[in-house]
Nanobody, 122 residues
């Protein structure tokens, strides 16, 4: 059984930094991409950043230049370094594993973590 476990959330003042981590565990053969999404109260979940197994990255315009996503393929772990945090970054941050396969012949599906809360105070 595959699990994604996030860590690193918390309370920080505006302008500060946090580093989120997400480790995927269980029977994993391959993962196409890993990413971070966030959902603020009353808003839809949105993509923050994603990274493929080859290292290609994609960022939301609102975080470009402030957030950096990285990945350790050997550890099935993805990180999100968040700098210059703003109050509008406050949200629950969810880790996503895109098209994860548990074996070579298994059907690929997405997995989600339970989320970690990031609160940025002004």
């Amino acid at each position: 059984q595959v699990q994604l476990v996030e860590s690193g959330g918390g309370l920080v003042q505006a302008g500060g930094s946090l580093r989120l981590s997400c480790a995927a565990s269980g029977s994993i053969f391959s993962i196409n991409a890993m990413g971070w999404y966030r959902q603020a109260p009353g808003k839809q979940r949105e993509l923050v950043a994603a990274i493929t197994s080859g290292g290609s990255t994609n960022y939301a315009d609102s975080v470009k230049g402030r957030f950096t996503i990285s990945r350790d393929n050997a550890k099935n772990t993805v990180y999100l370094q968040m700098n210059s945090l703003k109050p509008e970054d406050t949200a629950v941050y969810y880790c996503n594993a895109d098209r994860l396969k548990t074996t070579m012949y298994a059907y690929a599906r997405d997995y989600w973590g339970k989320g970690t809360l990031v609160t940025v105070s002004s």
